[in-house]
């Protein structure tokens, strides 16, 4: 059995002085080292050693594929100094790939948390390539003013689940260089953080993402978003997604793709500020479940929704409650439209004007 000590950080510095691996002859036994390699630390060699490269028949002159996978993200804060606590929530088994440093200082700061007598005012981040999750990273910091993310080219983060969830105090995120490529679930990214005015995602690349559940839950505050660049192609769940969003007036998803969609429930509920919405987009075939879907929108004058079907049992009344009683005269039922049979008995068809 090969020693684990072959791909030592010693050996990785003699590999970068071109000596060791290149000795081993047998191309047969070099990748035998390499495939148990992990291979953060296979390109740490290669990319130092063109011989290497050329045994391997490799190009990496870029290094994107290391970058993509293997590259630290690196994430500022700013920091509310009146207040003190968790500034990121990391998991005991994922420590050692934060490296934490307060203000300017060279020194990494071994904790996840600061007291009262700190006085940070800015808090560096640098992350390792071994975490793939940022499930609840920042959820329920409350010390947070905003977060820049400075470098991010990595694309193996698969899961952004309640990442801000109830960061109270959070005016601003930075997401120029934020990657989404491979993100599935984004449900209750941003929930409760009722200070945010404006979310600016339009470089989140959404294609691979099921679940939207409650994304803006409770963003009160929220007064400007921009979607224009969602696929929302592989939606399963948008349930809540604009819950309790009341400052928003206008809201632009007419590029939404909801043929996957199977739950609306609460979409927009208490949305109150809205005045008009554009559905005619809308695809709701595979949707078993929109009550309550505009509760409370007592501004709404103006809803653009070629045809909405509803199941028999969801009362029309309570997907509109809260809607003035101008706007529900707008809404029109209609018995025919479907041609198969079996959507004909649970279904009925809702058009507004």
């Given at each position: 059995m090969i020693s684990e000590n072959i791909y030592s950080n010693e050996n990785i510095q003699k590999a970068k002085s071109k000596v060791y691996f290149e000795?081993?002859?047998?191309?047969?036994?070099?990748?035998?080292?390499?495939?148990?390699?992990?291979?953060?630390?296979?390109?740490?060699?290669?990319?130092?050693?063109?011989?290497?490269?050329?045994?391997?028949?490799?190009?990496?002159?870029?290094?994107?594929?290391?970058?993509?996978?293997?590259?630290p993200i690196?994430?500022?804060?700013?920091?509310?100094?009146?207040?003190?606590?968790?500034?990121?929530?990391?998991?005991?088994?994922?420590?050692?790939?934060?490296?934490?440093?307060?203000?300017?200082?060279?020194?990494?700061?071994?904790?996840?948390?600061?007291?009262?007598?700190?006085?940070?005012?800015?808090?560096?981040?640098?992350?390792?390539?071994?975490?793939?999750?940022f499930n609840e990273l920042?959820?329920?910091?409350?010390?947070?003013?905003?977060?820049?993310?400075?470098?991010?080219?990595?694309?193996?983060?698969?899961?952004?689940?309640?990442?801000?969830?109830?960061?109270?105090?959070?005016?601003?995120?930075?997401?120029?260089?934020?990657?989404?490529?491979?993100?599935?679930?984004?449900?209750?990214?941003?929930?409760?953080?009722?200070?945010?005015?404006?979310?600016v995602l339009s470089n989140f690349n959404t294609n691979n993402v099921t679940d939207m559940r409650c994304m803006f839950y409770g963003c009160s505050g929220l007064k400007k978003i921009n979607l224009s660049n969602f696929n929302t192609s592989k939606v399963i769940y948008m349930n809540g997604m604009f819950h309790g969003c009341k400052s928003l007036?206008?809201?632009?998803?007419?590029?939404?793709?909801?043929?996957?969609?199977v739950y609306m429930t609460n979409m927009f509920f208490d949305c109150s500020s809205l005045e008009k919405l554009d559905l005619s987009n809308f695809n709701t075939n595979k949707v078993i479940d929109m009550k309550r879907m505009f509760f409370g929108c007592s501004s709404l004058k103006v809803l653009n929704l070629t045809i909405l079907k509803i199941k028999n049992e969801d009362n029309l009344d309570d997907i509109f409650?809260?809607?003035?009683?101008?706007?529900?005269?707008?809404?029109?039922?209609?018995?025919?439209?479907?041609?198969?049979?079996d959507d004909k008995s649970n279904k009925k068809n809702c058009i507004i004007n």
């Open positions: 000795n081993i002859k047998s191309d047969f036994i070099l990748k035998k080292i390499f495939n148990i390699m992990k291979k953060n630390k296979f390109l740490d060699i290669i990319k130092y050693n063109k011989k290497l490269q050329k045994r391997f028949n490799l190009s990496i002159n870029d290094y994107k594929d290391y970058f993509q996978l293997y590259s690196e994430i500022e804060l700013e920091i509310f100094r009146y207040n003190h606590g968790n500034f990121i929530n990391i998991s005991n088994d994922e420590k050692e790939y934060y490296h934490i440093y307060f203000d300017d200082s060279k020194e990494e700061i071994k904790r996840n948390y600061f007291n009262k007598d700190d006085y940070v005012k800015n808090i560096k981040i640098i992350i390792d390539y071994q975490v793939k999750s920042f959820a329920f910091c409350k010390c947070i003013n905003s977060i820049s993310f400075k470098k991010f080219h990595r694309t193996n983060i698969t899961d952004t689940v309640k990442m801000f969830d109830t960061c109270l105090l959070l005016k601003e995120i930075d997401f120029s260089n934020f990657n989404t490529d491979n993100v599935t679930e984004m449900s209750y990214m941003f929930s409760g953080c009722s200070l945010l005015k404006e979310l007036r206008e809201l632009n998803v007419s590029n939404f793709n909801t043929n996957n969609v409650t809260g809607c003035s009683d101008d706007f529900k005269k707008k809404i029109k039922i209609l018995d025919k439209g479907f041609n198969n049979s």
